[in-house]
Structures are given as C-alpha cells and as structure tokens.
C-alpha cells in the first residue's frame, strides 16, 4: 500500500547518520527499542499475526466446533461462483466510485461556496459532524424518515406530491443507502479539501483574475492542481474506509433480528454473516477467505489509485 | 441542542497539521466583492443542508420525549409533555444504563491506554534517524489500510484460545473488549502523534540533554508536556473511534450485562420480535449515544478536526 | 546490540504495566462463578433479556427450583443471539448447561454437529407435583416429532416450552369480513370486499422477505402437499421447479399483487411499519407468527379482538398442516451440570411454572392443557385441530438467506411475472448449490 500523507523521515536526512551523532543521539537509540516494543508487539498482535492466520483459515473448512479440515483453495473457488460474495464486491466498488465520486464533487462544489461566506466555520463544523457518529443512527433515522406514511412523504404530499418515490423499496434500498453515504462524508472530506485550499496563496487567484479568469478557470487552472496531492490522499482515505463500511448496512436494510437483504451486503457483511450470521452455519474458512480477498481489494485499488491519480497530476 | 446555534464558530480556521509551518499566506481580504448568481444558489444549499443536520438533532432530541404510540401516528410532532419515562426505561430495563457505564468504562481506559502505548513509538519513530525506523513507521501506516472485517474472525478465535490459556475472561467481557481497541487503535495513534513529535522543535530536547537529563526523563518531563495538545487529540480521536465501535464488540460482548451502547442499541432493535418495537426509548437511546460526542465537538471540535484531517493537508 | 538488556527490562516492563492496569481494573477471569463451594449449581444461558416477561416467569421458576432441589442456578440473559454465544463458548470451553432457543436455531448451530444431549429420557421423566405426569404426557408429541434433526444423530435434542405458530391474523370486530375465511377462494372473496369497501386486504412489509415467503410456502404447501418446500429448494439439478404446482403458487402470489390486494407502499416500507399499520386497522390480514398480537398491542386501534385462522386451503385434497415454532431447552453435552439442567426442565414442565408462559408472558404454552391468553385462543385451537409443520419445511440458514429469498423478493415486490420468477429462481438456486460445492 501506498504510503499517504507521511513524511516519511523528514526534517532530519538519514543520510549520514554517523557524523555529528550527538548526545541526545545516543540517548534515543539507546530508547529506540525500549519506547518502540510495547506498540510493535500489539501490532504484532493485533495485524500481523490475524492476516497470517486469516491466509491459513482461508484454506481451511471450519465451524469452530469441529476438526478443521484443509481443502486448499476450495473456499475462493466457492467465493467466485457466490452471486452473493460477487454483488458484495459490486456493492463495495459502487460504494468507492459512485458514493466517492459524487462525494468529491459535492466536497469540492461547498469548498467553492464556502470559500467567502459568512458563517463559513459553522457550517464546516455542522457538516462535519455526521462523521462523528456511529452510521447505524443514521440507519435508524432513515428508516424512520422515509417510511410510506413517514415526515419526507408527508411533506412531499404538502407540495403536491402524490406519488412519492419508494425510497425503501427493496431494489432501492442501496441507492439510499449510499445517498446517506454521501450526506454523512461529504462535510469530512470538504474539511480536507477546504484546509488545503485555504492554503493556497491568495495572489495566484489574483494573477488568475487579471488574466480574465472566471471561477470555473480558476477551480481549473488554480486550484485543482494545487490541491491535487491532498486530493490523491483524500482517495485514499476514502477508498480504506469505503471497504470497511458495516454498521449503516447492518441496520439498513435489516429487519428485526434478521440478515440485511443480500443485495445490499458489502464485503464487510458478509465476511460478518458467513462467520457470525444468525443463520446457524458457522464458516470461518469463507468467512477468512472473503476477508482476503477485501483485503488484496483494497490494496489492489490503492495502489492503483494512487498511480492514476500521480500521472494525471503531471498532465495538468 | 441548540447549544450548537448559540455557540457556534468552532475556531477550525488553521485546519492545517501542525507541521513546521511554511509561510501562511492568507487571501482574507477583499474577496467579498462580488457573489455570482451561482454563487447564491450554492449558499442557499448549504444553509438548508445546515438546517437539515441541525433539524435531525432537534428532531432526534424531541422524538426521544414522545410516547411510542405517538410518534407511530405522528413521526414529526412534538410532545405537549415531555416523556421523560423513555429515559428511565431506557435506562433502567433497556440494558441502555450499564452499557452507558461500559462504554465509558471501555472507551477511556482503552483511549489512555492507546495513547500511552503510542506516544513513545511514535516519539522514537518521529525522531530517530535510523533506517528501521522508516521500515517500522511504513509497518504502522499499512496497519491503517487493513479493513477491520479482515482481523474479526481471526482475532476473535486469537481472543478465545488466549482466554483458554490464561483463564482471563476475554470473550463478552469489557476487558477483552479494552484490549482489542487498544490494538486496532494502535496504527492510527501511532501515525498520528508521529506527526506531532515530528513538528516540535529539537532545539529543547538539544538543551535538555546537555543539561544531563536522561533520555526517559527529557521525554516524560519536557517532550510529553510540549506535546500536550497532540496527546489530547490522539485521546479525543481515540475516545469517538471507541466510543462507536460495533463490528468487534458486537462479535465479542454478548450478555446484557457486558454490551456497550451500539450493541445495546442493536439489542433492543432486536427485542421487538415478540414484545414489539419501543421507538421512544430506541430513540432515548440514540440520545445517549450521539450526545458525549456532540458534547465533546462542541467542547473540542476543533482539535478533533484538526486530528482527522491532519496530514494530510500536507 | 550491546544494551539488550535495559531495553528488555524496559519492555517487559511496560507490558507488566499494561497487564497491570487489566488486573488492576477489576480482571474477571473465567474460573470465578462455577460454586466450587460443594454446592450443586449450574448454568443457563436464556434467549430472553432480562426485562422481558418471558424472563420474568423463568426466573420464578429457578428461584422456586433453587428452593426445591438446592441446586443454584447462575443464569445469564443473553437475549435472542445466545446461540452465537454458545458456539463462542465451544471455542473456549465455557459452555453452559442449559440455553433455549427456537428449533431452527438450535438445531442448525448445535445438534448438526451433535453439541447436544439426547431429550428423549427427559420426556420419560415425572414432573415434580404432578403425581406420575411424565414430560411427554403433556407436551404433544406432534410438536416435537416435526422438529428436524439437521443430519445430527440425535432425534430429540430439545423440550419446548412455548410454541408459536404461522397464522393468518385478523380483527374479529371487523365489518368487512367478520367470518374467516376457509379456503383460498373465500379469502380471495374477502380481499376483493376489502377493497371495495376502500381497506387494503393483506398486510405485508415488503423487506421483511422471512415473512412474506410464509405466502409462498404455505401455498405450495396446499398445492403440492407436506415437504413440497424443502423438496423444491433442497434439488440441486433444479427440476423440481418445473413442476405446474410451482408455477400455480407463482400466479396465485402475482394474483395477490395484481389485484391491489396487498396494502399500498408495502414495496417501500422496513418491518414493523405495515404491521402496525395492520393492528391500526388500515388492512384486514396479516400472516405472521403467533408473536405479532404481543409485537402490535401496543398500536393497536381501539377494541382491536385479535383472531387468527389456519391458511386457507386452495384444494379439496389440501393438507391443513400448521406451522408450529418451537422454543425450548436443550442440553449442551459439553455442560458440567447436564443432570441439573434435565432435572430443571422436567421441574419447569409443571402446569403452574409453564403455564405462566401464557399468563404472565401472554405467549401458548407447550402445554395444551393450559388455558391460552385470550389474544392467542383461536391460535391454540388451530394448533389442536390441525397437523403440524414447519415453516419452510424447517429449511433456514443460508439456503434461504442466500438462495431462495432474493428471487422470491422480485416476484412479492411485482417486479416479475410468475412465469418469469419460477425461471429466475430455478437458475438461482441451482447457482446457490453449484457454489456451496
């Protein structure tokens, strides 16, 4: 995976280490190890050892009850002729591009607006605030809201709208789902994408503008590319989250106590349901396996992502 | 609720990392000119998506004093009475007042603990200038792509054999629950305050040592305090990311006495097969869990947003 | 390397601390509350949350049971997923002596892979007060002998307690229809009065596929006889679905939703919603489990007289087979109290401790010698009057979740004609098998 955002080892050169080695030098490689352990064996712990044995789970068939029997690469075999593992994958991959993309515009588009207006911090933290709360409320809520006889219908009804469309309706229900997606991470990434361009020196607008520029020339020539870096992390950002996406799903489209309808599943739900579903079988092979593979997904996509959105950064 | 209207610009001017500060060159000045018709539009649009964000929070806060048959009939009215027994109820015999109690319990001390893991790797890591240590922060910033749903089942097995061996109850207990937190959170706090130590200055540390002190102590006694506010952060960060955890706690916390608020809350979803659905306490519950996060982002929202988005407007 | 040693010492140090603070803030271990003191004791993992009535009785009968016998019952309300949490405890050798759970649940998760202890001399067991009463004299056996075994060895792996049924339930005080109706015809007669007279017929939430295919099963049921269900999903090659009564039960489904007879905006709404608009009076049927007069009470229009009949048939030679839920205990064979845990159920068997199922928690007994509550009295009767069933022919799990329920939604949301459904599901569930391997 790419690495985003770190500056990695910056500020000093470790270059040529040996040289000058000061006191305070000595002291810290003396801590080095000490300072380092506590967390390196967590990880450790808690990352490297569980992808190691979900790599060896995956190989096997078990119900955490009875022997486990190794079946070689039986359970990815079973995952590709799964029309259930596949629409989770389609599912996920719409949730990366088609929520992202839109999200990237709307971030974009309220950077552009709350540029220079009043008021603009408010509504930055009013914005950001959905990203602070656990998605399944919004579940709840959108539950609630949009029901038949629910407050959206009755206010469609005010204006005149007889016929409102049928947002939960089965087939629809992850379209609204990811609608919620949007409204709930547009106001985090406006956040990013704002704080860069706030950083962008005012006289480039100003040169821009003695040039004849109108804002769309200025979006385009100034400030799309300058902030073009933090756009390709922002990529990033969202392409890790998007993948991990459970909680809003879970209560979504869930009835009582029951699986969320397949079609709205993502790869997290289902690594969910064939481990721990409420259906009885337990499967921690497929479970591990589809965890692989959302795994070799996001690190596929990050890494493509990041060459694409480089090369396109030097076309401008 | 309208504390958020009465109190409002949370100071997130400087959303920028605290990195060594290049040149700020700032465009305030005279660009309030001219608001294109466009221009109209978009603000019109985001004032009413404010309304909208700031209405669900009034709408959740009223609902949550309203009789379940009420807001059946009426999801939008207001209650002539405030239906406080949602609350207790809630509280009392929805299981939500010891989840309360565990997911304060489970949050904090596994935030503390985060942070206290964290700060020194990350302190060495930021400042050593040995080759491991790139290897080692790259380690760390992979961790951060590892979608949670790949270490659920193996770590939930990790979780029951340790708890075979060591008698130590680890499933459905708040314990094992601290401790899974603090080892999924260690990546992000690690990558975080690698950041912050990077952005100190080194002049101090540099005095410190030629005054004699000891490497622990010029980071407990001089590097910590300066670090204060990115401490805080982490802290903060770790506080919502606990605070909203579901997918572990709700394979690792099963009996009522152990569930945290979002498996409450899942719970109590699930209860209304056969004894039905109670909207007002499921949104009395909502209440206690969107609350202390609203509290804290009024509190502290801007340290918040500056950690969430710290370097990477970089 | 020379200063392996500091950093060992610092390491092993800041993990001690960290095992320290666990320690220090109160480390429960799991060897603490088996009452080693010598007293007989055991456990029990119960399905209902603490607060439910349904708790409420059982926890008057283990307060009795400790008082009769001496033996301590440490019970934990893990609620509705407590066999999630047995399976845990499998894992890690916590198993409790006793959990309860309905059939579909407990039989999928334990006894397929045999976890569960044979009921059998159970029901040969007296009840304590009932002068020679054995378990099995007052609990009918046609309630245990439908429940499937899941490929385990053990044919009676549980004792119900409490049973549900799948019914049709109507307001007895209704003008539209007061009689209920007998079979599909006269049903079908009632929705189109229904709708003349400006009331949706049936009530449905259109994501509530579990229930909605209770339609589906059950007229397959009266078209194609017992086990035709599970005959039809179970075939891996997928002929089974070529058969005309598929095809019937198809079209008299696309008959329902072509004639507007299913309550408007059912396609759009998220269970409980048009349930609760049925116990409102905005529709006049509803098949659901025996559950939903205690699920809806409390939005129920006034003088709502909850009534129930069995589903219709749609043929002379029809079966009248009716679904029958059953909740019970079973005994984990990994417990280390399982003669408690039997003693237990054979005490909760008692006409006074479960009859309180029907009293205090309003749901059927096991036992029909006890009287029902009043909101599930034609409930009981039908369960007494008719044979007994499962719903889907005791087929869950995956094969519905994964297999049957996607297609079936597009033919219950009217996306496709029948025709087109049996098609559509015939290549779904033969992909289904073709990927289970």
Redesign the interface.
Known sequence: MATPALPLARGRNSGRPRAGMSAIERSRRRLFWPMLMPALILMALFYLVPIIYAGWLSLNEWDGINQMTFIGADNYVRLAKDPVFIGSIINTLKILFIVGIITFVFAFGLTMILRDMMGKKFVRSVLFFPTLINAMVFGIFAGFLFSPAGPVNKLLLLVGVQDPPKWLAQDNLFNMIMIVMIWSATGYFTTIIMSAVDQIPAYYYEAAGLDGAGPWAKFRHVTLPLAWDVISVCAVLWTMSSVKVFELILVFGGSTAKAPPTSTWSTALYVYQAAFGSGGDREFGISAASAIVSLILVTVLTIGLRRMLRREAIEI | MNK?ITQ?????????AP??SRP????R?S??DR??P??YV??T???L??AF??F?LVW?AVTSLRD??DI?RD??GVPAVPFVENFTNAWN???FGTAAINSV?ATL?SSL?VVA??A??????A????????T???????????????????????M??F??IS???????I?GL???L???G??FT??LL??FF?SLPVEI??A???DGS???R??IQIVLPLARSGLVTAFMLAV?TG??E??FS??LL???ENRTL?IA???F???????????GG?FAG?VM??TP??AL?IWL?RR??EG??V???? | MTHIKPWLKVATGAILATSVAFTASGCTTTDAPSGGDGAKSMTYWSMWTETEPQAKVLKTSLDSFEKDTGIKVNVQWQGRKVLDKVTAGLLSGDVPDLVDQAYDGLGPTLAKTNQLEDMAPVLKESIPGEDGKTVGDVIPAKYIDVIPTYGGDVKNYMVPYTISNVSVFYNKTNKIAPEAPKTWDELLANCKKAVDANMACIASDGDATWANSYWFDYLLNRNAGDGSFKKLVEDKTGASWDDPAVLKTAEQIQDLIKSGYIIKGYDASKYPEQQNAWAADKALYYLMGSWAPAETQKYAAEGFDYGAFNFPTTTASSTTANDVIAFGFAVPKAGKHTAEAKQFIAYFANKDRMGQISTVADNLSARPDVEAPAQLADVATILADNPSRLPSDGVSGDITDKGFNASFEQLWLGKVTAEQYVKEAKTAMVAYWNAKG
């Open positions: 958020v409002p610009p949370l100071p997130t001017e400087s959303v920028s990195g060594p700020r060159m700032r465009r000045s660009r309030k608001i294109s466009g221009g978009g603000r649009v985001a004032w998506l404010v964000n700031l669900l959740m379940t048959r059946v999801p939008l015999t929805g299981g319990i001390v603990l893991i964290s020194p790797a990350a302190y060495v890591l400042k050593s200038t040995r080759k491991l240590s790139s080692f922060t790259l380690l760390f910033v992979l961790g951060l792509g590892v979608p949670g749903q790949v270490l659920l089942v193996p770590v939930y097995i990790m029951a054999k708890q075979d008698h130590l109850q680890m499933l459905n207990s314990q601290v401790l899974v603090v080892g999924l260690i990546p690690v990558f690698a950041g990077r540390e540099e410190a040592a030629i000891s490497g622990i010029t980071f919502i605070w909203n579901t997918l709700l394979v099963t009996t009522s979002p809350l899942l719970a979803l699930d209860q209304a097969q056969f004894n039905g659905a109670d909207w499921l909502i869990v969107v996060v609203l982002f929202g918040i947003v969430m988005t370097g990477i407007s970089k």
